[in-house]
């Protein structure tokens, strides 16, 4: 018989001798090392769980000890620790949370299922889908090519299946990008940032490491065309912009500054060399103080953020206490290559010069901005207080703001606050959120066409709750025409940096909402519920009302335990009066 004795606790109640049983034995009495080994057997939850119990066992399931047995059982063959304060649970962890998940949007299935694990990945670090299959990079440059196939099923059935068999495609990878458009049929070549060891001198026997890009077919995994760059410039991210003709390669320095390099991407294919040229970006040659932290690009668009943006695995890294910073950090410029996509983001066509389509345009924004997601001919940012801007093309509902009404600079979401991703597609728009209660779900608003947005086929124009199980751990998220993909990890050196908004900017909001009418505002809630109560009596038909009503519960801050429980009443009372009513509803209903 063991039993845990805490001496600043004393002795506990009933712990006399009893007939028939040992003395009891405090766990305190055990080498420390016995309790790690025994406490690695169990199961990265129970080890979690265990650690809340008591200060003793806070120490023994929090020892790097305890996690690098963990960390051996998971994952074998991993060799190194990897980097951070604490290697082995941050190793432990990120291979016990890795996971991808799909869900697709015909067929009869939709449920979420998960792609196969390599057993050789060091966590997921980012993903993305192409025409056939997908690709996964891990957090020790891993680059793993996921593929579709045909197999059997339990029944003896042949059936195709996602993500279901995996090879590794290339190590020493830093990034790799795609066609930047939404349908994956334009993906036909990966573009992968490497790092290479190239020969030295002549004569010599030392070698260097060089970057590099390489170029493979996603059908096959062949390598097909690559590029080398002298050793002095080492790159972080690469993106693509531009038609397959004219395709641009944007690549970002460990420095802040952008190169850009232009491929024939239809001559790639063909057995031949040539050299093509590196450039300074205007981006860096016009504004040489700034420092760019992280690209995202579309077909005829691409934005940078500076320095203020904290460098993002999915998931922003934590911030700390610090001095303000430079006014120019965190701030977000453009690039728009076409008028149509121009008049889209902005509303109008003033300032679009068509013999200088690199030009930079500054954004106005009240904050430092963290991450974005572009879309076709919309945008979303997310700043440091947590708040959701959404700009450009509203013709489907895609920004979020409750009507169709396109906005040419950035327009506060005000029902949204501190997301874990943003991504914006064609036509619409997803958000994974966390609930007080830790648990995550997905909005979306916009087309919901092809079932992109489940459980809402006609859209929204407001950012509603999917009909989709989402991960624990889930951390970023991607669509597609035919399938929604969430990736599964979590980096517990990575967690949102959100700051507190000052009071003095919550007093000064000029839209009242139910997320912003606390303490200080308290007219803020009661003038919103107004607003909604109108909302609601301005539609025709009783199911137009509910409706309505299911939208107006997406928008209110509750945990996510009341707002299933609001919408699945609402589900039942519109059944309900779709089944007695014998002819439509009326408003007097």
Not at 5 to 20: A, F, I, L
Not at 62 to 71: F, L, N, Q, S, T
Not at 120 to 149: E, S
């Amino acid at each position: 018989m063991v039993k845990r004795s805490c001496p600043s606790c004393g002795p506990e109640p009933g712990g006399e001798e009893k007939k028939g049983r040992g003395n009891p034995i405090s766990v305190q009495l055990f080498p420390p090392e016995l309790v790690e080994h025994i406490i690695s057997f169990l199961p990265v939850r129970d080890v979690v769980a265990l650690g809340q119990t008591c200060h003793y066992f806070h120490e023994v399931c929090d020892a790097e000890g305890v996690w690098r047995r963990i960390c051996r059982r998971l994952s074998p063959r991993l060799r190194e620790q990897g980097s951070g304060v604490r290697p082995w649970k941050r190793a432990a962890i990120l291979n016990y949370t890795k996971g991808l998940y799909f869900q697709a949007f015909g067929g009869r299935r939709r449920c979420l299922s998960k792609s196969v694990a390599p057993l050789l990945a060091h966590g997921y670090r980012c993903f993305l889908p192409t025409k056939d299959h997908v690709f996964i990079l891990d957090y020790v440059g891993t680059l793993f090519f996921l593929k579709n196939a045909l197999v059997s099923s339990t029944l003896g059935q042949i059936q195709w299946k996602r993500a279901c068999r995996y090879v590794v495609l290339c190590r020493g990878a830093k990034d790799f990008a795609s066609d930047p458009r939404c349908d994956t049929v334009y993906r036909k070549y990966l573009y992968v940032l490497a790092t290479r060891e190239q020969p030295g001198v002549v004569g010599t026997t030392s070698s260097r490491a060089c970057d590099c890009v390489e170029v493979y077919l996603q059908s096959s995994g062949q390598r097909v065309f690559k590029m080398t760059f002298h050793h002095s410039m080492s790159f972080k991210q690469i993106v693509l912009v531009g038609q397959e003709t004219q395709r641009a390669l944007l690549l970002l320095t460990e420095e802040g500054k952008i190169y850009s390099l232009v491929v024939n991407e239809t001559q790639l294919d063909q057995p031949r060399s040539y050299t093509v040229q590196l450039a300074l970006r205007k981006v860096s040659r016009c504004l040489p103080h700034l420092r760019v932290t992280c690209m995202a690009s579309n077909q005829s668009s691409t934005l940078y953020i500076t320095g203020g943006g904290l460098p993002r695995k999915r998931v922003p890294k934590a911030a700390e206490l610090r001095a303000p910073d430079p006014p120019d950090q965190g701030g977000v410029y453009f690039e728009v290559h076409t008028p149509g996509v121009y008049r889209d983001l902005f509303g109008t066509l003033q300032a679009f010069d068509p013999l200088d389509q690199q030009m930079p345009l500054a954004l106005s924004l009240p904050a430092k901005i963290l991450f974005c997601a572009l879309g076709y001919n919309h945008l979303g940012l997310v700043d440091e207080f947590g708040r959701i801007f959404m700009q450009g093309n509203n013709r489907y509902g895609q920004l979020g703001t409750g009507d169709k009404m396109d906005r040419g600079e950035p327009t506060q979401v005000h029902y949204l606050q501190c997301p874990i991703a943003l991504w914006c597609g064609l036509n619409h728009s997803l958000v994974l959120s966390q609930g007080s209660d830790f648990s995550k779900e997905l909005l979306g608003c916009g087309c919901g066409a092809g079932g992109r947005l489940p459980g809402w086929p006609k859209g929204s124009a407001s950012f509603v709750k999917l009909h989709v199980k989402v991960p624990l751990c889930a951390c970023s998220l991607c669509s597609t025409r035919e399938c929604l993909y969430m990736l599964s990890s979590h980096d517990i050196e990575h967690y949102p940096a959100y700051r507190d908004l000052p009071a003095s900017r919550v007093v000064g909001s000029p839209e009242p909402s139910l997320g912003t009418g606390g303490p200080q505002d308290p007219g803020g809630a009661a003038r919103a519920c107004e607003e909604y109560l109108s909302q609601i009596h301005s539609c025709p038909t009783l199911q137009d009302r509910m409706e309505k009503m299911k939208e107006i519960v997406g928008w209110m801050p509750l945990m996510a335990a009341q707002k299933d429980f609001f919408w699945e009443a609402l589900d039942m009372l519109q059944r309900a009066a779709g089944g007695v009513g014998p002819g439509p509803s009326t408003p007097e209903s």
